[in-house]
Nanobody
Framework: QVQLVESGGGLVQAGGSLRLSCAAS????????MGWYRQAPGKQRELVAA???????NYADSVKGRFTISRDNAKNTVYLQMNSLKPEDTAVYYC????????????????????WGQGTQVTVSS
């Protein structure tokens, strides 16, 4: 069994920054594509960013230029650096990972995702 544990969420003022981390632990065979989704109250879960084990990335238009996804393969950890935060970024952020799939599509379609974290709350005040 693999667990994904997110950390780094919190309350920040508009224009501020936060860095989310998500570490995979447990009986890991391999961790390939990873990503972040978010869900705001009353809205559907949406893709934020995705990254393959080789470092290819993809971002939602709403966060391009403000958020950066990265990873440390040796630590099975993915990060999300969030700058210039806006109130509309307020949501619960979930990380996810695929054990075998290693393309951006695996994350953007969620079809190949094997694991999800429990989520971490990010609140941006105006």
């Amino acid at each position: 069994q693999v667990q994904l544990v997110e950390s780094g969420g919190g309350l920040v003022q508009a224009g501020g920054s936060l860095r989310l981390s998500c570490a995979a632990s447990g009986s890991i065979f391999s961790i390939n594509a990873m990503g972040w989704y978010r869900q705001a109250p009353g809205k559907q879960r949406e893709l934020v960013a995705a990254i393959t084990s080789g470092g290819s990335t993809n971002y939602a238009d709403s966060v391009k230029g403000r958020f950066t996804i990265s990873r440390d393969n040796a630590k099975n950890t993915v990060y999300l650096q969030m700058n210039s935060l806006k109130p509309e970024d307020t949501a619960v952020y979930y990380c996810n990972a695929a054990e075998f799939g290693d393309t951006i599509v695996v994350v953007t379609t969620t079809l190949g995702l094997d694991y999800w974290g429990q989520g971490t709350q990010v609140t941006v005040s105006s």
